[in-house]
């Protein structure tokens, strides 16, 4: 996935297909090779699907928070020339592509969270380990799926590797303050673009009440529940993920 990458100026993406473009947005344990199975099913379905790598260790701490993000979101969009996208976001990227969309409505077509962030406060802290031995990463990172065995040793190397290198840990902690910040319980009522609400039944991150008050405070929202499944649902059933999905695209004509 990574050799994948095309690198722009400071943005580095990946992107296959023609077509309606589905921006994706990973978490803060998420690489992009998390979401494989949407990048393969996608594009045969018309769509452009981009994968945009975030600066989450890149940028001075002080400008280490969700709202930069959502801003170098939408500069990504704008050097893009892409007219109304469709932003597909999991845990932080959830929470970055909600305030994308607040702050720059005209420019979304439609979003599509999955075990996001932005109203629940221990979320960020709870699926992001401290420093730890590698035993206790491996605990942590097994717990954010429905099945431990998802948790392959190249991911507990990559988290054990983030926690252990003190620039990316201090980053960490600041993008998790600021995510507890940006709460967005207010604004969610106010947001009146497409949401399509995809939630592991077994989220041990974001708990499935998270998903039910994602869908009651955000106006035109739909939500569907994944069985025996934890915080990525589309790593961990990706074949229903894409089903959902490309139904309720479909439903929306999108």
Same mark, same amino acid.
């Given at each position: 996935m990574e050799n994948n990458l095309r690198e722009e100026g400071k943005f580095s993406y990946v992107e296959e297909g023609e077509?309606?473009?589905i921006i994706?947005?990973?978490?803060?344990m998420g690489g992009l090779s998390n979401f494989e199975g949407v990048l393969s099913f996608f594009p045969k379905k018309g769509y452009k699907v981009v994968l945009l790598k975030?600066?989450?260790?890149?940028?001075?701490?002080?400008?280490?928070s969700v709202a930069t993000f959502a801003k170098y979101l939408k500069e990504f969009i704008d050097h893009k020339n892409y007219?109304? #996208?469709i932003l597909l976001g999991?845990?932080?990227?959830?929470h970055i592509a909600l305030l994308c969309t607040k702050l720059y409505p005209e420019a979304i077509k439609a979003l #599509?969270?999955?075990?996001?962030?932005?109203?629940?406060?221990?979320?960020?802290?709870?699926?992001?380990?401290?420093?730890?031995?590698y035993d206790y990463i491996r605990k942590k990172a097994e717990n954010v799926f429905y099945d431990p065995k998802v948790a392959t040793k190249e991911i507990v190397d990559d988290v054990f590797e983030t926690v252990n290198d003190r620039n990316k840990l201090i980053k960490t902690l600041a993008i998790a303050k600021s995510a507890i910040r940006h709460n967005m319980s207010k604004d969610l009522p106010k947001m009146q673009t497409p949401t399509c609400i995809i939630w592991g039944r077994n989220d041990n991150v974001t708990p499935p009440e998270v998903a039910e008050d994602f869908h009651r405070l955000l106006p035109d929202s739909d939500l569907y529940?994944?069985?025996?499944?934890?915080?990525?649902?589309m790593m961990e059933h990706p074949d229903a993920f894409n089903e959902i999905l490309y139904r309720w695209f479909t439903t929306r004509k999108y």
């Open positions: 077509g309606t473009p994706i947005l990973h978490g803060l975030l600066p989450l260790y890149e940028l001075s701490l002080l400008k280490t007219s109304k #996208v999991n845990s932080l990227g959830g #599509v969270i999955t075990g996001s962030s932005g109203l629940y406060e221990s979320a960020m802290g709870e699926s992001y380990p401290k420093r730890g031995d529940w994944i069985e025996k499944c934890g915080h990525a649902a």
